[in-house]
Every structure is written in structure tokens, then in C-alpha cells.
């Protein structure tokens, strides 16, 4: 007499692993304050700018000192800029595979919360251009939530909340902003006099200057904000997961 074998059931997925993310934090917080660092200078840039202009158009600085000067600022932006390329590269990346680890910790720390999205489109979410805007909040509030299994989160959640509306903010006022200050054309007589077109000019820059200290302001602000909110979870995480360490 045979015995038929028993089928196999369906195959299980592997239940996630953790990660620790306390060293992933720590580099995400030190590239994210080099990068604003970074960004500050270039925007804070801008009130030279304006201040060279105005010694150009009340006749302190004549036309060719003035343009010599004002292509010499441009290139001497562009090494600025360079070293931020890969300090933005660097940042991105660290704290992303940080979201990823952070999310799948907190899964495993809370198998039972309701995430609305999983640790492979919490990474997608938070790099896909404009929806990025509306995803990122949710998905950072239920990393917080499912950090803390045993106690609310409520202050991690509004930490959350206030680093989303900075960012909200500042992109908004970037948007609006941007057009308020259109580039002016300078006149100049043969003599090399400058005839038209200097105030103009000097009010669009100092409008750029403004703008561009608000916006240098709101990016310290988030990236603050934001640091201080993966350290928590960090530290949260491995409190939990790897208390050994």
C-alpha cells in the first residue's frame, strides 16, 4: 500500500531581517549639515552680488572693474558648486539606505501597525520628483510610529510634521518667488557711463539676495529638523534591536 505525499503548501516569504542604522544615521545627520553648510555659502552668495552691483550703479566701481569682477564671482561659484555635487550625492544615499533599513526595523518592531507603504517604495517615495512632496510625510510618520512599539510617538510625529511644513514652505515660496525678479538689461553710454537700467537691476538683485537668505534659512531649518529626526529613530532602533550595542 502507497501513501500519496502530503502537497506542499504555499512557500512563505523570509520574514525581514534588521539592520542596525545607528552608523547609517550618524553619516545621513554629519552629510545632510556638510550639504547645508555647502548650500548656504552659494546662496549667501547672492548679497555680493547685490553689494557689487551697488557700487556699480553709484559710480564706485566703473563698467569694466565692475563686469571683470562680476565673471571673476561667477567662476569662483562654480568650485563651490562642485564640491556639493558629491556631498549631495553622498547624503542621498546614506539616507535612503537608511529609510530602507529604518523601514524594515520598524516592521519587524511593529508586525502589527499599519504601514501605508513598504521599505522598497518608502526609498522610491521620498526620490520621484513633486510626489515626493506628499509621500514623504507619511512615510517618515510610520517609520517614527513603528519605532516605538511601546510608547506614543507623538513628538517624533510632530517633528515630522514641522520638517514637512518647512519644506512645503520653502518650495512654494521658491516657486512664486523665482519670477518676482526677472534678469535687467544695463545701458551704457560710449563713454562707458551707465545710463538705464542700473536701479532696475540693483532691486532685482537685492530681491535674489532676500529671497535666496529666506531660502538658505528654511534648508538650515529642515536639515536640522530633519537630522534630529534619524538620530531618534536610530537611537530608538538600536535601543531595541541591538541593545548590546
Known amino acids: 500500500m502507497t501513501t500519496a505525499p502530503v502537497p506542499a ?4 516569504p523570509a520574514a ?8 547609517l544615521g550618524t553619516a545621513a545627520a554629519v552629510l545632510l ?11 549667501l552668495g547672492s548679497w555680493s552680488d ?4 551697488s557700487d556699480h550703479v553709484n559710480g564706485r566701481v566703473g563698467e569694466e572693474a565692475y563686469w571683470e569682477s562680476y565673471r571673476g564671482r561667477i567662476w569662483s561659484s562654480v568650485l563651490p558648486t562642485l564640491l556639493a555635487i558629491p556631498l549631495v550625492i553622498a547624503a542621498g544615499i546614506s539616507w535612503m539606505t537608511w529609510l530602507h533599513r529604518a523601514r524594515t526595523n520598524a516592521g519587524v518592531l511593529s508586525p502589527h501597525y499599519p504601514f501605508r507603504y513598504s521599505p522598497g517604495f518608502s526609498v522610491v517615495g521620498m526620490i520621484v520628483p513633486f510626489a515626493n512632496l506628499w509621500w514623504s510625510r507619511p512615510i517618515l510618520e510610520d517609520v517614527c510610529r513603528g519605532s516605538s512599539p511601546h510608547a506614543p510617538a507623538d513628538d517624533l510625529v510632530r517633528l ?12 512654494v515660496v521658491s516657486i512664486v518667488g523665482q519670477p518676482l525678479f526677472p534678469i535687467r538689461t544695463l545701458t551704457y553710454a560710449p563713454d562707458g557711463t551707465l545710463v538705464d537700467g542700473g536701479r532696475e537691476a540693483l532691486s532685482s538683485f537685492f530681491g535674489v539676495a532676500v529671497l535666496n537668505t529666506v531660502l538658505a534659512i528654511a534648508f538650515a531649518a529642515s536639515i536640522a529638523v530633519f537630522a534630529t529626526i534619524v538620530r531618534r529613530v536610530s537611537a530608538l532602533q538600536t535601543a531595541q534591536l541591538f541593545p548590546a550595542r
Request: without cysteine; hydrophobic residues 50%; positive net charge.
Open 9 to 12: 503548501g504555499p512557500a512563505h
Open 16 to 23: 525581514p531581517y534588521p539592520r542596525s542604522v545607528n552608523g
Open 33 to 43: 549639515g556638510l550639504t547645508a553648510l555647502a548650500f548656504l555659502a552659494l546662496f
Open 50 to 53: 547685490y553689494q557689487l552691483l
Open 160 to 171: 515630522v510634521r514641522t520638517w514637512w511644513g518647512i519644506v512645503i514652505a520653502s518650495t
